[in-house]
């Protein structure tokens, strides 16, 4: 297969090197070229001084605008090209302008493609799927995808009764790349439906974007090794004990997944809501398979594991609504009104913008008659923990203070008198 390859190489090389029609169109093409590089030379520094002027432009303009100076030289060759064809065409005999017309055809399948390939983003991926396609239309309009096929197919390596070839490495790679890739696109798709429609939950919408996407990549990875040629019902055995080896040594794993599963499914918690676990205090910033993610007031995010949230007593300030209320405590002297104490305290509070004053408004109680003061309980309402619980109650002790300078009201505070009595000098 190779020497066939190799044969029909040399006979093409000698058709250019004799004298003939095929060595013209052979010039022909490479002063195309010539004239490609020359258009380039003289036509992109005005495109890119008219491209500066254009104020205003969306950005993708811009990127293509970029994308059509870099192949200037290939889509000047193909115009050319194209127009020398079909003028050879009406003058000569077609045989004569065949070299012509696949030089054209192939700038054009190039071109094609390196705009098509802009859909991929990651750049890295990008360069291999247009360098990919590039070859085989290459092959594809020299009518050698088959002579290549078979010759890439010839180098195999065979295990048992698994033959493994050149041809089926690459045809496997090339299924698994469609297969995730459309596995990617269909689940960022599905997500965002899951996520823009307001009749789920955030905790559902979590576990159904969670289930569609283990759905989907499982499939484009059965799918991908299933095109390699591997038969995968004979590694059931081989998976079987292997998993039962992981389920002693992941145990952890494991019962965080399933955890995590059923934080989702009773919604006890879900991303938004304010906990306290131990000494952490914050939101659910987002729920994962294995751990919760908990970002508090000071920016730190303590990644929670799924058991702890389900073995453990945790706090949610925002289970089933968003109110949660919040206790001081404050005392003044006996001889301050407690009546008016109650209504400035309750007054004070509701100057505080973030205290609620209606469903909920505060309330003063007293608590009890402490050695040196009347001690009080004053309870209020907020509606948005996420923004800080000590914040809010500091702000309501500086207005109570402010009240009671302005009211006349003092805080008493423990003080203690000391008295020297008169001694007798005691006789010797």
Not at 16 to 26: D, K
Not at 83 to 96: I, L
Not at 218 to 237: M, N, P, R, Y
Request: aromatic share 12%.
């Amino acid at each position: 297969m190779a020497l066939d390859l190799w044969g029909d190489f040399l006979l093409f090389f000698q058709g250019i090197i004799t004298p003939g029609w095929r060595q013209n169109q052979i010039l022909i093409i490479l002063a195309l070229v010539a004239i490609a590089w020359l258009l380039r030379y003289i036509t992109d520094p005005r495109i890119e001084a008219w491209a500066r002027t254009r104020e205003g432009w969306a950005k993708w303009r811009y990127r293509m605008l970029v994308q059509v100076r870099r192949r200037l030289i290939l889509i000047f060759f193909a115009i050319s090209a194209w127009t020398t064809y079909f003028v050879m065409q009406e003058v000569t005999w077609p045989s004569r302008s065949y070299l012509i017309g696949l030089a054209a055809t192939l700038a054009t399948a190039w071109l094609f493609i390196a705009f098509a390939a802009r859909l991929v983003r990651n750049p890295f991926l990008r360069r291999v799927v247009k360098w990919a396609v590039w070859i085989y239309a290459t092959l594809y309009y020299l009518n050698l995808v088959e002579p290549v096929s078979d010759f890439l197919d010839s180098l195999a390596l065979t295990v048992g009764e698994v033959r493994i070839s050149v041809l089926t490495v690459i045809v496997g790679f090339v299924v698994i790349g469609v297969v995730v890739t459309a596995a990617r696109l269909i689940s960022q798709t599905t997500a965002a439906n899951i996520r823009r429609n307001e009749d789920l939950s955030p905790s559902m919408q979590v576990l159904a974007v969670k289930a569609i996407q283990v759905i989907v990549y499982g499939l484009a990875i059965i799918v991908g090794v299933q095109s390699l040629g591997f038969d995968l019902t004979g590694l059931a055995v081989l998976s079987g004990a292997i998993g039962v080896g992981l389920g002693f040594g992941l145990q952890k794993v494991v019962s965080n997944l399933v955890s995590g599963v059923i934080i989702l499914l009773d919604k006890s918690i879900k991303p938004g809501d304010v906990i306290s676990l131990g000494d952490t205090f914050g939101w659910i910033q987002t729920l994962g398979a294995r751990y919760a993610s908990v970002v508090t007031r000071d920016g730190k995010e303590y990644l929670i594991p799924n058991e702890d949230l389900i073995t453990g007593q945790v706090v949610n300030w925002s289970h089933s609504n968003e109110f949660v209320r919040l206790d001081i405590y404050f005392g003044t002297a006996y001889g301050d009104d407690p009546h008016a104490v109650r209504r400035i305290a309750i007054e004070a509070a509701q100057s505080v913008d973030r205290v609620l004053t209606n469903p909920k408004a505060p309330v003063c109680h007293i608590v009890g008659f402490g050695d040196s003061s009347v001690d009080y309980i004053l309870r209020f309402w907020i509606r948005d923990p996420t923004q800080g619980l000590t914040n809010i109650r500091g702000n309501v002790y500086l207005a109570l203070w402010d009240a009671f300078e302005d009211n006349g009201i003092s805080i008493p505070f423990p003080q203690r008198e000391v008295r020297v009595l008169g001694h007798e000098v005691l006789p010797d």
